[in-house]
């Protein structure tokens, strides 16, 4: 069993040993740690590519690229419109892994166009035990998640970060805005707007971690436990916020916020033979 500081050597030496590398920067824990670590060991030799994307928060674009401008790294930006692919829109399982896909293949071009020998993104071993039709695009297209490689675990990764003066060591998860929708639940602009607005409302009110999880008219809302009780409290303003963004009915889901509440209705053959 490696010690914390093993591993981070461990990181430290696959990174050096890799000359030059184009990153996927989402501005999360994990990417920004590996920005960091790979800025020690490889000075300007690191790109960060940060993607607009149809699934994920403005605002965590935004956030990504002024974070990799404050570090000193290169930063280039790309787009990416993820639901003009109807495997994508059509929001089954197997999304993830299209949505992967188009997301690996174009770092790839961008890694083969500017002269980067190496794809790298920030999936760690937590994620190994999570349902993640994606892992398989990665694992195809040949990008390298060096902190997994290093055997590197959430606790440990936010423990360096904050040593490291990483200023995102305590950020709540975020994840694609296709995880708010039941599968088979079509997708399109609106709905993921309809959940993104209802969410960044949420989280100005205090709730940081929330999922708002759009079953066609109703929304069932998760909030951490220990938020629930005040949630009640601001049940009212919540209520007609919610109702204005285009839902009729709001919940709250008494089991508070969990990662993967729409996997639990998954078959569980198929969530066997797909993970990881
Ligand atoms: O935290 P929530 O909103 O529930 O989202 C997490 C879920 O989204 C995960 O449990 C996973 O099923 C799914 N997901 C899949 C991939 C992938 O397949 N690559 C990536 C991110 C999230």
Redesign the pocket.
Known sequence: NKTLNEKNEQLGEILSGMGRVLIAFSGGVDSSFLLKRAQQELGDDVLAVVVASELFRNEEFDGAVKLAENMGVRVLKTEMKELENPAIAANTPES??HS?KMLYSRLNNLAEEMGYPYVLDGMIMDDMD??????KARTEEGARSVLQEAGMYKQEIRELSKQLDVPVWNKP?S??LA??FPYGTKINREKVSQVNEAELFLIKLGFEMV?VRYHENVARIEVTEDKIADFLVKREQIQMKLVSLGFDYVSVDLKGYR?????EVLPKEQMETEIG
């Open positions: 993830w892994y992967k999570d349902f993640r039709p994606g892992l998860a994840c694609s995880s708010r999922r990662t993967g509440s729409m996997n």
